[in-house]
């Protein structure tokens, strides 16, 4: 791996843990084993979130990328890419004969008969704001967590948890990318006062980043313990019990569009995270005897050799790798084209910047 001079040596570290939870490319995986991942989410007005999403999955290495959009959003999905499967399976208003006597469950059903053959959900990029796909999503969400299926909320879809914070409190399986405005709403519909990246900058007393993780882990704490990746100047990563900041540099302009790629790259890193778990290859390390459930345990964790992390452990560092690679595609993209940077071209270093941050697991073959 070519050595990266502006990532910290802390970082470092933490890349070579992520490292761990990347499947190799061995010879005897088959077609889907290293990753099947669906985004739920594009409508008429809004295709583009999707695909950047879906793209960034399969960039980054998942085996198989699915996106579940609404009718009229398919054929402009998949006009973006060949490479995607795309499945027009989310109602609408536009859809139903009767928008106000609908049977959620019923209407979900296709949807959740896919749920079986796929590792992860990214539930919200492009989703829109209709009554009927809401109700629909909102029965998805419950089943994917009756079956433990990990999801990545974001956009509508933290929406939807906004207005029913109990769907996933206490999921540990859920990783939530609020930005400033939506982490705000959340603690407010949880009753929480945490002050905002926004409120800590204006304050400029103490310690910024230390204020900053605290606001993320009392919201995460109301949360029952989910997974909270608080974007900003920079991503703060909390369970409620332990917090990462990424200190990856990123780009300077704020284009729409750039969230998707987080969504999509927690995608893969979550498909990638149960097969770890699943044994799907030999990592050399033995059995962990217990779940961290605490600060210090996840950094024995981090700090021990030769011994396979928790769930816990992973879907922090599943976190903080899905940020890290985004802030690198940002900055390796604002390189390259400046003011006019669009999400298009955080697309393009998706593969780069995994490269160049994590790298290939030692059994990688490659080439042949």
Avoid at 128 to 155: H, M, N
Avoid at 166 to 174: A, H, Q, V
Wanted: one cysteine or more; glycine letters at 10%; charged letters at 25%.
């Amino acid at each position: 791996m070519e050595s990266v001079h502006h990532v910290s040596a802390s970082s470092k570290i933490l890349f070579g843990k992520v490292r761990k939870i990347v499947p190799p490319m061995l010879e005897k995986f088959h077609k889907g084993q290293l990753g099947r991942v669906a985004v739920i989410g594009g409508c008429a007005d809004y295709t583009g979130a999707p695909y950047f999403s879906a793209i960034a999955s399969a960039k980054l290495g998942c085996d198989m990328s699915h996106v579940l959009c609404e009718r009229s959003a398919a054929p402009v999905v998949k006009s973006y890419s060949p490479n995607l499967m795309v499945h027009p399976l989310l109602p609408s208003t536009d859809t139903v004969r009767d928008p106000k006597s609908i049977d959620a469950p019923a209407l979900a059903g296709p949807i959740i008969s896919m749920l079986s053959r796929l590792h992860a959900l990214v539930i919200g990029p492009g989703l829109g704001r209709d009554g009927v796909t809401l109700k629909v999503v909102t029965e998805v969400i419950k089943e994917a967590r009756s079956r433990s299926i990990p999801f990545i909320l974001d956009a509508d879809g933290l929406l939807i948890v906004t207005e029913d914070p109990n769907l996933i409190k206490g999921y540990k399986e859920c990783i939530l990318t609020p930005n400033v405005v939506e982490f705000g709403r959340l603690a407010k519909a949880l009753g929480v006062k945490v002050a905002s990246q926004v409120d800590i900058a204006k304050d400029g007393n103490g310690d910024k980043t230390s204020k900053e993780s605290d606001a993320c882990e009392e919201l995460s704490k109301a949360l029952g313990g989910v997974t909270i990746l608080q974007k900003g100047p920079h991503d703060v990563i909390s369970n409620g019990v332990t917090s990462i900041i990424s200190d990856i540099k990123g780009g300077l302009k704020r284009s729409g569009g750039q969230g998707d790629t987080l969504t999509g790259s927690l995608g893969t890193l979550l498909a990638w995270r149960a097969a770890y778990h699943n044994k799907l290859w030999d990592s050399g390390e033995k059995d962990n005897e217990k779940e961290a459930q605490s600060r210090d345990d996840v950094q024995t964790e981090l700090d021990s050799e030769g011994k396979r992390m928790s769930p816990t452990t992973t879907l922090l560092l599943a976190a903080w790798a899905g940020s890290s690679i985004t802030r690198e595609c940002s900055r390796r993209a604002f390189e390259a084209k400046g003011r006019s940077m669009q999400a298009s071209d955080l697309t393009d270093e998706v593969h780069e910047s995994f490269l160049r941050l994590i790298g290939e697991p030692e059994d990688s073959k490659t080439h042949l």
